[in-house]
C-alpha cells in the first residue's frame, strides 16, 4: 500500500501520477479537512472533494476545484437572496454539498460520506478524511483569528500572518483507518502541498505523527516550494509565520523528524547537500507537473528509492 498525505490541488495533481505508475487499488490518500467549513448551512469540504474529483476525472482541470463545465445559477440567485457569494460553488458542485450534508446531518460520519462519494464516482483509490472530527485551521492575523478560507479566498490572503491555529485538534482522532494504513505502508508520500495548511493539520491530528516515526514504511516528501516560491496557494506567507527558510532546505527542516527522502526541484539542485546535511536524501527531478508525464515521471521519482 502506497500511504499519501495530501492537501488539495498540488497533491490531487499528484495523485493523478501515482494512479499511472501503480495500481490505484494499492493507493491510500489521508487528506486533509482543515480547510473544511460551514457555508449555506453546507459542510464544505474542500481538499477531499479536489482528491476526490480529481481521480474521478471530474474536477474543473483549470482551476484544480470545483466540477468541470460547472454552471453559477444557482449561486447567481443565492446573491439575489442576501447570502454570501465569495466562496464560488457551482451548480453541480453544490449538489456534494448538499448530499454530503444530509448523510452527515443522518449521522453518517465524514469517512462514510468520502466512501460513498468515492464509491460513486467510481474511484478506487483509497480515500481518508484524516479525522472524522473537526479540525477547523484558523489564520491568526492583526484583524483577528480567521478560518483558513476566510482568510484565503474571501480576503485573498491580503491579511499579515500572526500564526496558524488547528482549533480542536487535542480532541480530534485519526479516522478510522488512517494510523493503520501508515503502520503497514510499503512506502508514506507527503504530497506536493502546503506544509503549515495541508500536511500541517495531518500531522497535528494525535497519532498520526507518531504513527509516521513508527512505521517500518520510508517516508518521502516532494517539495512544494521550488526556486524559493510556491507553484500555488499562500504557502509563503505562512511558512514565513512559522519562521521556516522559503526553501526546500525550509520543507526538510519542517519534517526533518520524519523524513527519509525529499524529492527537490532541478532549479533547487544547489541545495541537495544542504538537505542531505539534515540527514535527509535528496532526489533532484522535474517537480513541475505541467502534464500527464511529467505527473506519471514525478511519481516514479518519488517510488525509486523502493
Ligand atoms: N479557491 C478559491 O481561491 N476561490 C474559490 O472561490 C474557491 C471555491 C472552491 C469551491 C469548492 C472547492 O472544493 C474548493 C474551492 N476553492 C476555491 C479551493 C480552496 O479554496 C483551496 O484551494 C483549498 O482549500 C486549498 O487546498
Known amino acids: 500500500m ?7 490541488v498540488g497533491a490531487a495533481r499528484f495523485l493523478e501520477g501515482l494512479v499511472q505508475v501503480v495500481p490505484p487499488e494499492t493507493i491510500t490518500a489521508i487528506v486533509n479537512t482543515g480547510d473544511d467549513f460551514e457555508l449555506h448551512g453546507l459542510h464544505i469540504a474542500p481538499d477531499l472533494d479536489i482528491v476526490t474529483c480529481t481521480l474521478a476525472g471530474v474536477i474543473d482541470q483549470v482551476q484544480g476545484w470545483g466540477i468541470t463545465d460547472d454552471s453559477y445559477a444557482c449561486l447567481e440567485w443565492l446573491g439575489r437572496l442576501g447570502a454570501p457569494t465569495w466562496f464560488n460553488l457551482g451548480d ?86 488512517v494510523p493503520d494504513a501508515i503502520l503497514e505502508a510499503e512506502t508514506v508520500i507527503l504530497a506536493p502541498s502546503n ?17 509516521l516515526r513508527q512505521t517500518s514504511a520510508p517516508v518521502v516528501a ?50 541537495k547537500d544542504a538537505v542531505e546535511a539534515l540527514g535527509i536524501r535528496a532526489i ?8 500527464p508525464t511529467e505527473k506519471a515521471n514525478l511519481a516514479r521519482v518519488a517510488l525509486q528509492h523502493r
Open 284 to 291: 533532484v527531478t522535474d517537480t513541475i507537473m505541467r502534464g
Open 222 to 271: 516532494v517539495s512544494p516550494i521550488v526556486g524559493g516560491a510556491a507553484i500555488k496557494g499562500p504557502a509563503v506567507p505562512l511558512m514565513r509565520a512559522a519562521g521556516l527558510e522559503i526553501s526546500a532546505v525550509g520543507i526538510a527542516q519542517t519534517y526533518r523528524d520524519l523524513l527519509d527522502v525529499l524529492v527537490i526541484d532541478q532549479v533547487d539542485a544547489a541545495l
Open 195 to 211: 506544509p503549515i495548511v495541508s500536511i500541517g493539520p495531518i500531522l497535528a491530528v494525535p497519532g498520526i505523527r507518531a504513527a
Open 92 to 177: 453541480r458542485d453544490l449538489a456534494l454539498h448538499i448530499q454530503r450534508t444530509a448523510l452527515l446531518r443522518a449521522g453518517h460520519t465524514l469517512s462514510q460520506v468520502v466512501e460513498q462519494f468515492r464509491r460513486a464516482f467510481g474511484v478506487t483509490v483509497r480515500i481518508l478524511p484524516m479525522s472524522d472530527q473537526p479540525v477547523p485551521t484558523h489564520v491568526l492575523t492583526p484583524a483577528g483569528e480567521l478560518h483558513f478560507e476566510e482568510y484565503f479566498v474571501q480576503r485573498r490572503a491580503a491579511d499579515e500572518v500572526l500564526g496558524v491555529r488547528f482549533a480542536g485538534v487535542e480532541q480530534a482522532a485519526p479516522a478510522p483507518g
Open 2 to 8: 502506497i500511504v499519501t498525505l495530501a492537501g488539495g
